[in-house]
Nanobody, 115 residues
Framework: QVLLVESGGGLVQPGGSLKLSCECSENIFNFNSMRWYRQAPGKERDFVASINVGGKIDYADPVKGRFTISRDGAKKTVYLQMTSLKPEDTGIYYC?????????WGQGTQVTVSS
């Protein structure tokens, strides 16, 4: 069973920064891609950022220029560095790993951007 554990969430003021981590129980290069999603209260879960096995990176338009996805294979961890945070970035942030038709999700970490 693949386990994904997110951490690093918290309360931050607008304009602040947070760095999320997603630690995987397996070699992250076993997966086609590792992704971050977020879900705001009362809304659907939305794509935030992804990095595929070849290193190709994509971002959702609302976070381009502010968020950076990265990985450390030795630590089996994917990161999401978030800067210039806005109240609309508030939500639960989830890590997702997929290989072929299988997908795995973490339990999420809460990010709250508020003054």
């Amino acid at each position: 069973q693949v386990l994904l554990v997110e951490s690093g969430g918290g309360l931050v003021q607008p304009g602040g920064s947070l760095k999320l981590s997603c630690e995987c129980s397996e070699n992250i290069f076993n997966f086609n891609s590792m992704r971050w999603y977020r879900q705001a209260p009362g809304k659907e879960r939305d794509f935030v950022a992804s990095i595929n096995v070849g290193g190709k990176i994509d971002y959702a338009d609302p976070v381009k220029g502010r968020f950076t996805i990265s990985r450390d294979g030795a630590k089996k961890t994917v990161y999401l560095q978030m800067t210039s945070l806005k109240p609309e970035d508030t939500g639960i942030y989830y890590c997702r790993a997929n290989i072929l038709s299988k997908e795995y999700w973490g339990q999420g970490t809460q990010v709250t951007v508020s003054s």
